[in-house]
């Protein structure tokens, strides 16, 4: 297994269109993560599963975004009418629920809304 | 509410240096304290957790502190080399807040050959 992966790497569509992506997590992990990261800033939790249970769920997830994970293994994350302030990186990252519960992170997906 | 701050923003040093970056967080109820290093539009590469409890870790040539009492990390790197140019970010995990991360906002670290 070669890490977590993300699809696609890059998304540009116009204001208004509906987008999703796509997070695979390493095997063997049941817990899986997405945040949100814009130019110059650290990233900021959007929400949280671990199986196919989302479990967290941060402010900033507008009801415009939804996240799933029917199977608790890849997990889709929509956007819905698309805004300008939605252009980001879409980072997802997997753990264990072990010790000491690591967050490995995926390459990202590099959104832009014109 | 959890905030995580990095100083300096932007760092630049001639390449076999020692340097020092620093991550404080306001509330030190914390579980864990991550440092990651992130190359330009790539996603974060984990480089060392210290537990609650521990007050260092160490991997190769960096080295990673943590005192939680006064909500303060150190990252140190020695010998820094060109290929340590990156950003380089600390998240905490908090007791009460569930598995997320709470990420500052990095420093950006240039590495002159």
């Known amino acids: 297994d070669t890490g977590v992966s993300q699809n696609p790497r890059h998304k540009i569509t116009k204001r208004g269109q509906n987008v999703t992506f796509r997070c695979d997590p390493i095997?063997?992990?049941?817990?899986l993560y997405w945040y949100r990261q814009t130019l110059g800033q650290g990233p900021e939790f959007l929400t949280y599963?671990?199986?196919?249970?989302?479990?967290?769920k941060s402010r900033l997830l507008s009801d415009r975004f939804s996240a799933e994970r029917p199977k608790g293994s890849f997990s889709t994350l929509e956007i819905q009418r698309t805004e300008q302030g939605d252009s980001a990186m879409y980072l997802c990252?997997?753990?264990?629920?072990?010790?000491?519960?690591?967050?490995?992170f995926g390459p990202g997906t590099r959104l832009t809304v014109l | 509410k959890q905030e995580v701050t990095q100083i300096p923003a932007a760092l630049s040093v001639p390449e076999g240096e020692n340097l020092v970056l620093n991550c404080s967080f306001t509330?030190?109820?914390?579980?864990?304290l991550q440092w990651f290093r992130q190359d330009p539009g790539k996603g974060l590469t984990s480089l060392l957790l210290?537990?609650?409890?521990?007050r260092e870790q160490t991997s190769g040539r960096l080295n990673a502190s943590l005192d939680k009492s006064s909500g303060r990390s150190t990252l140190y790197i020695a010998a820094s080399q060109p290929g340590d140019s990156a950003t380089y970010l600390c998240?905490?995990?908090?007791?009460?807040?569930?598995?997320?991360?709470?990420f500052g906002g990095g420093t950006r670290l240039m590495v002159k050959p």
């Open positions: 990252a997997s753990s264990f629920s072990g010790n000491p519960d690591t967050q490995y």
């Open positions: 095997s063997e992990h049941n817990r």
């Open positions: 599963f671990q199986n196919e249970a989302q479990l967290e």
């Open positions: 509330d030190s109820a914390i579980y864990n």
């Open positions: 210290i537990q609650s409890s521990q």
């Open positions: 998240a905490v995990r908090e007791n009460n807040a569930g598995n997320m991360l709470t």
